[in-house]
């Protein structure tokens, strides 16, 4: 079992619509918890970081985090094609102070 | 302010070459990475400095050499370098303490290709 694992997609959603991107882990000590939005050919740059169960909203991004469950999510409303990236899921491990990335889940937003 | 800067953008060497990537911040932050990252895979942790001190090698050959002259600068010395190892290479950094210690902000990057 992959520390992080995200679907690779991609992840296709019409214009508007509310895009789902889901990250499971298999450390249950993992403490904090990070997405990031990554452009083709540019780097990553993070959107949301959480480190307690429940919801955190921020603009037109919400994270959620289930500890019990080991899943992280992240839901992005009224999707827009500027949306358009791979996001990456990175997860910090309890012992560890480097965060481990998943492998990024391509999300395509169509006019 | 999230910044961090890395110079230059772009870098083409031969295989023969020795070459320094760059990279700054000035959040205060005190821990600095080096990442490598190819098309369609996540980072891929090298280096990481902690209060200027090098405390994390994730064997990388000694090809790769990095520097931390202070809490803001972080250099990659390259040399004898592999077509493979053409990538797409980030600093970033975090706080290093804190509530928020393990956020990382990344530079934009240097793309180099060795022929």
């Known amino acids: 079992q992959k520390e992080v694992e995200q679907n690779s997609g991609p992840l296709s959603v019409p214009e508007g619509a509310i895009a789902s991107l889901n990250c499971t882990y298999s450390?249950?000590?993992?403490?904090?918890f990070f997405w990031y939005r990554q452009y083709s050919g540019k780097s990553p740059e993070l959107i949301m970081s959480?480190?307690?169960?429940g919801d955190k909203e921020d603009g037109r991004f919400t994270a959620q985090l289930n500890k019990a469950s080991q899943y992280v999510s992240l839901l992005i409303r009224d999707s827009q094609p500027s949306d358009s990236a791979t996001y990456l899921c990175?997860?910090?491990?309890?012992?560890?102070?480097?965060?481990?990335f998943g492998r990024g889940t391509s999300l395509i937003v169509h006019p | 302010d999230t910044e961090v800067t890395q110079t230059p953008k772009h870098l083409v060497m031969g295989m023969t070459n020795k070459k320094s990537l760059k990279c700054e911040q000035h959040?205060?932050?005190?821990?600095m990475y080096w990442y490598k990252q190819k098309a369609k895979k996540p980072p891929e942790l090298m280096f990481v400095?902690?209060?200027?001190?090098?405390?994390i090698n994730e064997s990388v050959p000694s090809r790769f050499s990095p520097e931390c002259p202070n809490s803001s600068l972080l250099n990659l010395h390259l040399h004898a370098l592999q077509p493979e190892d053409s990538a797409l290479y980030l600093c970033?950094?975090?706080?290093?303490?804190?509530?928020?210690?393990?956020?990382?902000?990344f530079g934009p990057g240097t793309r180099l290709t060795v022929t």
């Open positions: 959480i480190y307690s169960n």
């Open positions: 959040m205060g932050h005190r821990a």
């Open positions: 990175a997860v910090k491990k309890g012992g560890s102070y480097i965060p481990t």
């Open positions: 400095y902690s209060y200027e001190k090098l405390s």
């Open positions: 970033a950094s975090s706080q290093g303490t804190g509530a928020r210690s393990y956020e990382q902000y």
């Open positions: 450390d249950r000590g993992s403490q904090s």
